[in-house]
């Protein structure tokens, strides 16, 4: 089991992570966007002076509107990444290649950040005490979020 950190050191990964939220949204180098960020777990504790780590639910959904163009580009991407030397394991590393060079950036290799995929576990996310961080328009107004 790792070690706890402090509640600045959990904070300041917390500040970096959402820098590279916007950084992700804001770059044509990505495919994919952040349409929300949910923060839960230990961190929504203000009394706990050490969390084991940030618990993060990011919802990541492609840029581009239409499915086909989308696959298009990503497939183009994958292509230039492979004349690059870039190895793909199969078929769905290769057509979800736009999620996971997303969601491997927004983990950005920290220990501290424990990162989950808000439509994978949302359900289990949204149902514990929660703190919508990010939302754009696209994730719903009708999007569950937090009394606090």
């Given amino acids: 089991a790792a070690r706890c950190v402090t509640r600045a ?3 300041k990964a917390l500040r970096e992570f959402l820098g590279r939220v916007d950084y992700v949204n804001g770059s044509a180098g990505f495919l994919g966007k952040v349409v929300a960020v949910v923060l839960f777990g230990s961190m929504l ?20 509107a239409n499915p086909e ?18 190895h793909f394991r199969g078929f769905l590393d290769r ?10 950036y927004l983990k950005g290799g920290s220990r501290v950040i424990s990162l989950a995929d808000l439509k994978a576990e949302g359900e289990f996310v949204l149902a514990k005490p929660h703190r919508i961080l990010y939302a754009d ?5 009708d999007a569950p979020h937090d009394p606090m």
């Fill in 9 to 11: 050191t959990a904070e």
């Fill in 137 to 141: 328009g696209a994730w719903g107004p």
């Fill in 69 to 86: 163009r989308a696959r298009a580009t990503n497939e183009r991407h994958v292509l230039v990444l492979e004349s690059l030397g870039h």
């Fill in 95 to 104: 057509h979800l290649f736009w999620y996971w060079e997303v969601f491997r």
């Fill in 45 to 64: 504790k203000p009394e706990m002076d050490r969390v084991s780590d940030v618990d993060v639910a990011v919802e990541i959904v492609p840029k581009e």
